[in-house]
């Protein structure tokens, strides 16, 4: 059920890139519309098409400061729009200030995420992640939560920095995001289950990551219970509003959607603190 609904949701999300939300071209928009508060929006907006009824909607900023009176920008699975008050037209895009030629929803976007997953991410249960802790000789740093998926070659270059993050007092914290969905026959998604259900998660991860010793995994029997946590991962992201792999999130401030150096993330770390 849950495939059907990403799959439906990402389709819908696609064909909003020509038309509204609303399956009604004709209905009525307001006049002179009134400001709502994000509930009351995000129920329109998921009221207006059967498809997006639990669909992951964030409400980022009523747009009136920037001559759009009745206009909200919000992400809607990942994806930055604008809608109206009523909830039945959306523009897909992002919101730039031309005279700086500035991406006003990409800085948006990033505080909400950051917000949104500093919030979410230290409540998670220990059992829905795969930690790499940092090394015991060394002060603490801090913690980099990564939604990753093992097949994403970037995924791979962030992990064979793990010594390097270990040796700087950063504890590495994997969620698991198969870029593919939850659909089962997914190789990313199969590769997960497989790490969740491992009894040694963090060495399952590292085999699958670097491509060493799989053979070791590859008849780990997968439970209902290993499926949940990999779709916990999944979920999570999807309420930040992530699009991809790795998504990095620092403890100390801060999210980076996409690889960066170890030595740049440490860096920025250090200097937040």
């Keep these: ?43 329109r907006i998921r009221s207006s098409n ?14 009136s400061d920037y001559g759009l009176p009745g206009a909200y920008e919000i992400i809607l699975g990942g994806q930055t729009m604008v809608v109206d008050a009523s909830g039945q037209y959306a523009i897909v ?5 031309l005279n700086s030629l500035t991406n006003l929803s ?8 950051e917000r949104v997953a500093l919030e979410k991410l230290p409540q998670m249960a220990a059992s829905n992640l795969v ?8 002060d603490a740093l801090g913690t ?29 914290v994997y969620v698991p995001y198969p870029r593919s969905g939850l659909m089962s026959g997914g190789r990313d998604y199969e590769q997960l289950t ?4 491992a009894d040694d998660k963090a060495a399952a991860m590292h085999a699958f990551k670097t491509r060493t010793n799989v053979a070791a995994f590859e008849d780990v029997e997968v439970t209902s219970a290993c499926r949940e946590q990999v779709a916990n991962g999944f979920n999570l992201g999807q309420e930040i509003g992530i699009s991809g792999t790795p998504f990095i999130v620092m403890s100390t401030g801060g999210v980076l ?9 440490i860096a920025r770390m250090r200097n937040a603190q």
Excluded at 93 to 97: E, L, M, R, T, Y
Excluded at 194 to 197: G, L, Q
């Design 1 to 43: 059920m849950k495939v059907k609904t990403r799959l439906s949701l990402s389709a819908l999300v696609g064909a909003l890139l020509l038309t509204g939300c609303s399956d009604n071209p004709d209905a009525a928009m307001p006049a002179s519309p009134a400001a709502v508060h994000d509930a009351e929006l995000i129920e």
């Design 194 to 197: 497989k790490v969740m259900c």
């Design 257 to 265: 959607p996409g690889y960066n150096p170890a030595d740049r993330i």
């Design 131 to 138: 930690t790499f802790p940092a090394n015991a000789n060394v």
């Design 93 to 97: 895009g992002d919101v730039f200030a």
């Design 144 to 172: 980099v939560w990564v939604f990753t998926d093992p097949t994403c070659p970037y995924c791979q270059r962030f992990h064979d920095e793990a010594e390097t993050y270990a040796a700087a007092g950063v504890e590495v």
């Design 50 to 63: 059967p498809q997006l009824a639990n669909a992951p909607i964030s409400v980022i900023k009523e747009l």
């Design 106 to 113: 990409a800085e948006r976007r990033n505080q909400n995420m």
